[in-house]
């Protein structure tokens, strides 16, 4: 399994931009297809983004398509979500974990269910 520690996340006015941090351990971090989740007060986590092993591929969930950009540098075992014009309605936790890779489609569901980090808090204020 793999150890996540998510970070970069605070208080931020609706407009605003964030780049979250994803530290990921283990010298195997090229293996996997990594992914950003969120989990907003009174409602279940949902997919964000995901990033295929060598940061060629990406998908994004509806909501964030032309505002979040997920990359990575696999020399620093790090996984990056930049988050622009962000809104009240962006307002959550913010998870990492690896994501299945098949038939050139990246996942949407996490490949650790059972290794979240503590996550990192967006707060957007209006």
């Known amino acids: 399994q793999i150890q996540l520690v998510e970070s970069g996340g605070r208080l931020v006015q609706a407009g605003d931009s964030l780049r979250l941090s994803c530290a990921v351990s283990?010298?195997?971090?090229?293996?996997?297809?990594m992914g950003w989740f969120r989990q907003a007060p009174g409602k279940e986590r949902q997919f964000v983004a995901a990033v295929n092993w060598s940061g060629t591929t990406t998908s994004y969930a509806d909501s964030v398509k032309g505002r979040f950009t997920i990359s990575r540098d696999n020399a620093k075992n790090t996984v990056y979500l930049q988050v622009n014009n962000l809104q009240p309605e962006d307002t959550a936790v913010y998870y990492c974990?690896?994501?299945?890779?098949?038939?050139?489609?990246?996942?949407?569901?996490?490949?650790?269910?059972?290794?979240w980090g503590q996550g990192t808090q967006v707060t957007v204020s209006s």
């Open positions: 974990n690896a994501v299945p890779y098949d038939h050139h489609t990246l996942g949407v569901i996490p490949l650790f269910s059972g290794s």
């Open positions: 283990g010298r195997t971090f090229m293996t996997y297809a």
